[in-house]
């Protein structure tokens, strides 16, 4: 850990992975009602290959620090802020400035992580966790006996999804390349290969009356798609617009698109339901109650965790120095779980 000083990596612009930026600075003091936390593990997700492109929604003016979250021990309180949190192991979701040695954040947004879970485990199951968590039970309200389709098995969310879901009593579809399968299979997912299989004509052979979820990060074509393929009562879970990654343009109309065709057919009599799912969605408007199923979840998730019903799964692990590379990694499309960034 770096105690003689700040060190975060700034994304200046839209650039390549190598034109990410480190800076050293001071260690940030905590304010009133804060903590400054010493960054143990921090990661790449899907949300920082959009920033650096100029394409999550929602993101702050360049130039400013990435990373959607970290885990780390509190290193000083701010002034009404409760003195036992020092030396504590806590996790935060901060959307951005994770990626630093040191970040300053909202006491009342840290979240303790149970003893004999590491950094580098919770850091996986933090954004990735909290998100498979609320598509699955508070969204779909996925039961016992039913079927689910998860796009992306192999992806940070789907892993966590895919062991989720198994543990609530269903059976899993699951899209990934050919190369995850095994492992897949391993779990008692059916593993779909999206390149050379066709998805749909392969889903309707496994569930003849369709499945009871479907989530789906792809947007575009495989939200028709995946809405096409529910039961009478199935839920089409969208979680993002995977597909547009590399599109040039705005970031938000494709996320606009997709949402206005999920509210067009739920207007439709058919006795299935879509929605978009953003884990900011009530931050703003009602803060301590976001707050409170924050630390809800993220709490579940880590019960899973200790109990084996989730297993962490980390790609590989690399130092800020090295975000490039990591960064690199993360998009390459050839790794399963999560990366993640130590100090």
Request: with cysteine.
């Amino acid at each position: 850990m770096n105690a003689g000083g700040l060190v975060e990596v700034v994304l200046p612009g839209k650039v390549e992975p190598e034109g990410l930026e480190l800076r050293h600075g001071d260690i940030p003091g905590a304010g009133p009602g804060q903590v400054t936390i010493a960054m143990e593990a921090t990661g790449v997700s899907f949300a920082e290959q959009q920033m650096r492109r100029g394409r999550y929604f929602d993101q702050p003016p360049f130039p400013f620090v990435p990373g959607y979250d970290l885990v780390g021990r509190v290193l000083t309180a701010g002034e009404g802020v409760d003195a036992g949190l020092v030396g504590l192991r806590v996790a935060a979701m901060t959307k951005t400035g994770g990626w630093a040695s040191h970040t300053v954040v909202d006491a009342a947004d840290v979240v303790p992580v149970p003893e004999g879970i590491g950094a580098a485990e919770a850091e996986t199951v933090v954004v990735n966790g909290i998100t498979a968590w609320q598509l699955l039970h508070r969204k779909a309200r996925v039961r016992a006996g039913q079927t689910v389709l998860v796009h992306g098995a192999n992806g940070g969310v789907g892993t966590i999804l895919v062991q989720l879901a198994l543990a609530a009593g269903a059976k899993v579809i699951g899209t990934a390349s050919a190369r995850h399968h095994d492992a897949l299979r391993a779990q008692g997912v059916v593993p779909v290969d999206y390149r050379t299989e066709d998805v749909p004509t392969r889903v309707r052979l496994l569930a003849p009356g369709g499945v009871d979820a479907v989530f789906d990060h792809v947007g575009a074509e495989s939200a028709v798609a995946s809405w096409r393929l529910l039961a009478p009562g199935g839920a089409l879970v969208s979680y993002g617009s995977a597909s547009t990654r590399d599109d040039e343009g705005s970031g938000s109309w494709p996320i606009l698109m997709l949402i206005g065709r999920l509210w067009l057919w739920n207007a439709l009599p058919n006795r299935r339901r879509a929605c978009f799912f953003n884990i900011w969605a009530g931050r703003r408007y009602a803060k301590n109650r976001f707050r409170a199923r924050i630390g809800a979840d993220l709490a579940q998730v880590f019960a899973a965790v200790q109990r084996g019903d989730v297993t962490p799964r980390i790609a590989a692990r690399l130092p800020l120095a090295r975000v490039a590379e990591a960064l690199r990694l993360a998009e390459s499309g050839t790794v399963a779980g999560k990366v993640i960034l130590n100090p």
